[in-house]
């Protein structure tokens, strides 16, 4: 903010407490919850597909049909990842 802005405020002798008081709460680390719902079902994703399409290309000659095995069984690995965080967040 420009002092332009600061002189016209309402709060500014306010203004510093607030900041101060943002600065300095203790709360929670959001990096453990975002790593585990965002990075490792991406990871996940990403492995599975690769893995599965290995598997497939030489069992389904069809390649619509094994893009859709191999989309299938990545969205069922997340799915089951997902299942077991919730489970495991529920029980801790």
């Known amino acids: 903010m420009d002092s332009q802005e600061c ?6 002798n306010n203004c510093e407490k607030v900041y ?11 990096l453990r919850n975002t790593i ?6 991406l990871v996940l994703f990403i492995v599975a597909i690769i893995t599965a399409e290995r598997m497939f290309f030489t069992s389904v000659s069809n390649e619509p049909l094994r893009i859709l095995c191999t989309i299938t069984t990545a969205i069922i690995v997340v799915g089951l990842y997902i299942v077991v965080l919730k489970k495991w967040r529920y029980k801790n």
């Open 7 to 12: 002189k016209n405020c309402g709060q500014r």
């Open 20 to 30: 101060d008081q943002l600065c300095n709460s203790k709360g929670p680390s959001i």
């Open 36 to 41: 585990e719902v965002l990075l490792i079902p």
